[in-house]
């Protein structure tokens, strides 16, 4: 199997807060190699967001970084100049935001910012640099490139929108595709057709695209793997199809049962989480998961569990996931 | 059942935003059509869902149900009541509750969550039902604890400020609820907690509920009965377990295929709806979903289709219909 492309390794982040430091991610590994696509999903407050600023080395001021690092090019990107960190970001780690209207400048046309996205490419001129752009707008399904180039951002529908923010961030052939709730703020049809563009576009593309959701559809439409976040952990891992199927830690079996998505009949009480997220200012001793858990025993509570192996590359962070 | 809340043919019609010169121009100004001819009715304690994409009219339908927006044609009429004036909306409004789409931006950021719960009953003078400990009796009634009332809406989550929409709805005991997007941007696990919510008012109050939404997981289990609006018209309508197995409008069909299925063994190679829903100043000719149905033919570019009762409990708007009903039920031989 190939080298990982990207790798987090032991990742913890800490904000600096009134009531002291939150650990919002607290030693989360993963990795994703070329051609593979990646999810992570968590509802509010798992990290997922804090993660998503290291891959792109964009963390808050009051982040920390407490343990570990991301590993890239065979360098801790966390670690290296904000020069350095300038350019690898949009050059080999690229971004798709949640909402597109926020990724581009109101104020100048699409392909005006298209053109400066390309700035780090050098012995290309302007309009083959705008060729370039109008051939990428293309390539996502815009149906006129060219007039698109020509337009504000306010000036495309939601669709359209999330299409020329892919277009943007493909523009400069990253290693890595980094996408935020790529189709939370659009239409189901709409959130079809960017699963679709997304999938097709992974044909010809051989980094790794890490998607980072609350929704288990989309991961579950585009994912070769998946890893799910509860409190700033990581706590289960493995194929998409292995922890969709048959998942082993009580959170991921929680989530899974809750999403009106997988409940075929009609009921008249759906399945929730009973219970909180654990204060991450004093994270738990034991498993942060035993307060919501159905299966807690006193050890979860007093002991944090093992990363334990319960299949194939399928993991979960639970004392009781081997039956 | 006996229906609540009734929408006969109503049309809504704006102004459209004309550039320069054109304002100029004699004749009448251009006119964009946002509703046209919709029916719709909400039964006494029933859970009715209404689902479409964005620019579809949801919203403005909502809105205009609430005496938010007038409407150009056609009539409303609450409780049996015909609803036009002013007063009659006033009416309305006290015993019809809107949740808005934004919880957290339908809430004022400098007040604390108990002054603004209580609002609805200081608008419209009545004296509050639990004299000081009404917001308290409120928060609980949605599943709040006391101490919420002394906060300010930032410091709620997305899943409680969504509770105190429901508490602020339910102030002056309405008999229907009309919400719109209640789950749009909640975690799974939370969503599911507001529509149990909602579900167990209507259990326990009688309450009838209108939800607006283009989740269709959300439509499927919680209600009754489901609309499907496009572009300001009725594409169609039944009971939700009838509509979801055996969709007759293509644009149903269409949307139901769209779903992103949380199962990687069932994942879709073709694409479910091509295109965008259409401007609402650039209407189709004929029906107007015609420009994205995979089954349009040169009629349905042409004529408009009339509104046809399969069953008394289903209306489908489409000139193919019958065929596709043959289809369907041929398809579904197996399961």
Known sequence: MSEPLLKVDDLSIAYASEEGALQALRHATLEARAGEAIGIVGESGCGKSTLASALITLLARNARVTSGGVRFGGKDILAVSDEEQRRIRGRHIAMIFQDPMTSFNPVLTIGEQLVDFQDQREGLSKSDKRRAAAAMLKRVGIPDPERCLGRYVHELSGGMRQRAAIAAALLMAPQVLVADEPTTALDVTMEAQIIHLLRALRQDYNGAIVIITHHLGLVGELCDRVYVMYAGEVVEEGSTDDVYHSPRHPYTQALIACDPANIHDQTPVLPTIPGRLPDLVNPPQGCSFAARCARATDHCRSVAPPHVEVGSRHFARCHEALP | ?335
Not at chain 2, 46 to 68: C, F, N, P, Q, Y
Not at chain 2, 105 to 111: D, G, H, K, V
Not at chain 2, 239 to 260: C, D, G, N, Q, W
């Open chain 2, 1 to 335: 059942m006996s229906a609540l809340y009734e929408v006969e043919n109503v049309s809504l019609d704006l102004a459209a935003p004309s550039a320069g010169l054109q304002r100029l121009l004699p004749g009448p100004a251009p006119r964009m059509t946002i509703l046209s001819n919709l029916s719709l009715s909400v039964g006494q304690g029933e859970m009715l869902g209404l689902v479409g994409e964005s620019g579809s009219g949801k919203s403005t339908l909502a809105r205009a149900m609430m005496g938010l927006v007038k409407i150009t044609e056609g009539n409303l009429r609450f409780e049996g009541q015909p609803v036009r004036s002013r007063a009659d909306f006033v009416k309305v409004r006290q015993g019809a509750a809107l949740m808005f789409q934004d919880a957290v931006a339908s809430l004022s950021p400098r007040r604390k969550v108990a002054a603004q719960i209580i609002e609805p009953f200081q608008i419209n003078g009545v004296p509050l039902p639990d004299g000081e400990k009404t917001p308290l009796a409120m928060l609980e009634r949605v599943g709040l604890p006391p101490a919420l009332a002394q906060r300010y809406p930032h410091e709620l989550s997305g899943g409680q400020a969504r509770r105190v929409s429901v508490a602020r709805a339910l102030a002056l005991k309405p008999k229907l609820v009309i919400a719109d997007e209640p789950t749009a941007g909640l975690d799974v696990s939370v969503q599911a907690e507001i529509l149990n919510l909602m579900t167990g008012l209507r259990r326990d109050m009688g309450l009838s509920f209108l939800i607006i939404t283009h989740n269709l997981a959300v439509v499927r289990h919680v209600t009754d009965r489901v609309a499907v609006l496009y572009l300001g018209r009725m594409a169609e309508w039944g009971p939700t377990r009838e509509v979801f197995s055996r969709p007759y409008h293509p644009y149903t069909r269409s949307l139901i295929a769209a779903e992103p299925q949380a199962d990687p063994r069932k994942r879709r190679a073709d694409l479910a709806l091509k295109g965008e829903i259409p401007s609402v100043l650039a209407r189709p000719t004929g029906c107007e979903f015609h420009t994205r149905c995979p089954l349009a033919r040169p009629r349905c570019a042409s004529e408009e289709p009339r509104p046809q009762m399969i069953t008394p409990e289903r209306m489908v708007r489409c000139h193919f219909a019958e065929e596709t009903r043959i289809e369907t039920q041929g398809g579904n031989h197996g399961t």
